[in-house]
């Protein structure tokens, strides 16, 4: 459906300059990372201003997951991130969660890792056992943010926004930690990764630039 997605994200760019230039745009419609690309790249708003969200879900559920596993509230569970692609290439970041104050990668094994990752990956499709779709946990993460942007209350998440060199990146958007406020994006903000979890993100972003590369 990507090119119909395009198409109809362009012409909701078309309105928006034309009503609206000077609002934050937050996108969740799919495939996520292209469309805020394309969103940002035809309005010409500043990327700041056109923000992703689907990170910070792919995150909650990386959380829960790990809750689930380790049998512990989730506020036990620090820095469980998900990065890059909202989509099959999508890089959940296992080298700096804590799971009760201890590093996981210390309790899990090679294994286990994967079989998060897929668990991860493939949660929307256990969704559809029970409902049509997963639109409750994206609205609670976009409700988030728009109480940030309107409240003016810094808040960080995972967020898609277009990169300009950072993790070493350009003409993709895609998923990265970020700190959100009234102005949009305020910081984006550099984590340090281990060696696989880089070339992982190097991957997820090739696979988001194919993408925009195929579109007609």
Known sequence: MIDAQVKMIKEITNQIKKYCPLAIV???????????????????????????????????????????????????????????EHGDSMVPIFSRVKVNHRNLLEIINKSEKEKISTEIRDYWKSLRNFKSRSQYGIAKNTFDVIRSIIKNEDLTIPASIVLNGEYGEKDVSMGIPVKLNQDGVKEIIEIKLDKSENELLKISAQTIRNYIKSLN
């Open 26 to 84: 937050l996108i969740v419609s799919n495939p996520l990372d292209v469309l805020t690309f394309v969103f940002q790249k035809e309005t010409q708003l500043s990327r700041n201003k056109v923000i992703g969200i689907a990170s910070s879900l792919d995150s909650s559920r990386f959380r829960y997951l790990l809750s689930e596993k380790f049998k512990v509230k989730q506020s036990r569970i620090i820095d469980a991130l998900v990065l890059g």
